[in-house]
């Protein structure tokens, strides 16, 4: 891991039965996508290197929706079908954690960038940074 300080955030889906924590920097960037999945959900997320994420609680409670090519994992809670966090195609070797999941959301120094997923494979490009340690 690099140099940079990170701080430990939890969070989940709407009843709790999914819960996680994830290690981010204090200033954070967030994705606004336009893909169809993101822009029907209004997912606004925060990619990270699947060794800054840790699943909790909830394993048993997720069930997996993909599409298209199938590389996205989407991941939403059984109980109340929010999806606190996925597996993006742009990054799977990361997690793509949405940013309202997380417990303390309204408090956090963040950055939303609009990223074009109706052109995805333009633009996926731009992302694959995200999950890197």
Same mark, same amino acid.
């Not at 070797?93 to 959301?105: E, I, K, N, Q, S």
């Not at 950055?111 to 999950?131: C, E, M, P, V, Y």
């Given at each position: 891991m690099?140099?940079? !300080?990170l701080?430990?955030? #939890? %969070?989940?889906? =709407?009843?709790r039965t999914?819960r996680?924590?994830?290690? $981010?920097?204090?200033?954070?960037?967030?994705?606004d996508?336009?893909? !169809?999945?993101?822009?029907m #959900? %209004?997912?606004? =997320?925060?990619i990270?290197?699947?060794?800054?994420?840790r $699943?909790?609680?909830g394993?048993d409670?997720?069930?997996?929706?993909t599409?298209?090519t199938?590389?996205?994992?989407h991941?939403?809670c059984?109980v109340?079908g929010?999806?606190?966090?996925?597996?993006?195609r742009?990054?799977?070797?990361?997690?793509?954690?949405?940013?309202?999941?997380l417990?303390?959301?309204?408090?956090l120094?963040?950055t939303?960038n609009?990223?074009n997923?109706?052109?995805?494979?333009a633009n996926?490009?731009?992302?694959a940074?995200?999950?890197?340690?």
């Amino acid at each position: 891991m690099n140099s940079m !300080t990170l701080n430990k955030h #939890s %969070g989940g889906c =709407h009843c709790r039965t999914v819960r996680f924590e994830v290690d $981010l920097p204090p200033a954070i960037e967030v994705e606004d996508c336009n893909c !169809t999945i993101c822009a029907m #959900s %209004g997912n606004i =997320h925060v990619i990270v290197p699947a060794s800054r994420f840790r $699943l909790l609680a909830g394993a048993d409670m997720l069930t997996e929706y993909t599409f298209n090519t199938g590389a996205a994992r989407h991941l939403f809670c059984k109980v109340c079908g929010v999806k606190a966090f996925y597996v993006p195609r742009s990054n799977p070797d990361g997690y793509a954690v949405t940013y309202r999941c997380l417990d303390d959301w309204v408090s956090l120094d963040v950055t939303i960038n609009r990223f074009n997923g109706q052109n995805w494979d333009a633009n996926a490009s731009a992302l694959a940074h995200k999950s890197k340690d």
